[in-house]
């Protein structure tokens, strides 16, 4: 009869209903499953930031092909660690004019220590640890080691000493990111007001 379905035909309706909803919900958890991926990509390790050490040098740790890297990205140089003439020298000398001359290998001597890559770390066998290798510039000699998150904004190197930044046992706090802004904006207006000033 005209207009009317047999039992097969309405059988194959609801199939193909269900296979055009069976797609939508693939494309829609396909879409969701993408997004989380990506988010979770552009997350950072909670490795990775701006540390101080006990000393007040601070570390930038961020990933890099071998895993974690870390560079030496401010000078302090503590008061009452070095004396006489070498303090003063020291107090003298910009951040830029520090360089690795204790390097085993004369030819790294001229470095500049700003900037400088003293931590390689990858991950541990415990989510919160992360074994490496620490240069160390006081004799110039590449050690073993391991850093411990020992909080959210805390960590801690274990195993060797770093001249002038880390000690055995040390613990690192996270710079707040505040703090990093207030810097950023501060040197920029310096830069600012040094490229306005009048010649000399």
């Not at 195993?159 to 002038?164: E, S």
């Amino acid at each position: 009869m005209t207009g009317t379905k047999t039992r097969g035909e309405e059988q194959m309706t609801v199939l193909n209903r269900s296979r055009r909803s069976l797609a939508h919900l693939v494309v829609v958890v396909s879409s969701l499953l993408v997004g989380t991926v990506s988010a979770l990509a552009q997350a950072q390790a909670p490795i990775e930031g701006v540390w101080r050490t006990a000393l007040e040098s601070e570390i930038t740790i961020k990933a890099c092909p071998e895993g974690y890297c870390g560079h030496l990205s401010r000078i302090v140089v503590p008061e009452g660690l070095l004396s006489g003439a070498e303090a003063e020298a020291a107090a003298a000398m910009a951040p830029e004019e520090f360089f690795d001359y204790r390097n085993e290998d004369p030819a790294l001597r001229d470095r500049p220590m700003l900037g400088l890559q003293i931590l390689t770390l990858w991950q541990g066998q415990q989510p919160s640890t992360y074994d490496g290798e620490i240069y160390n510039p006081e004799d110039g000699k590449t050690y073993t080691g391991y850093l411990e998150m020992t909080g959210p904004d805390t960590i801690r190197l274990n195993g060797c000493v770093l001249f002038n930044v880390v000690c055995r046992g040390e613990d690192w706090t996270r710079v707040p990111a505040e703090e990093l802004e207030a810097r950023a904006a501060a040197e920029a207006g310096t830069e600012a007001a040094e490229a306005t000033a009048p010649a000399q």
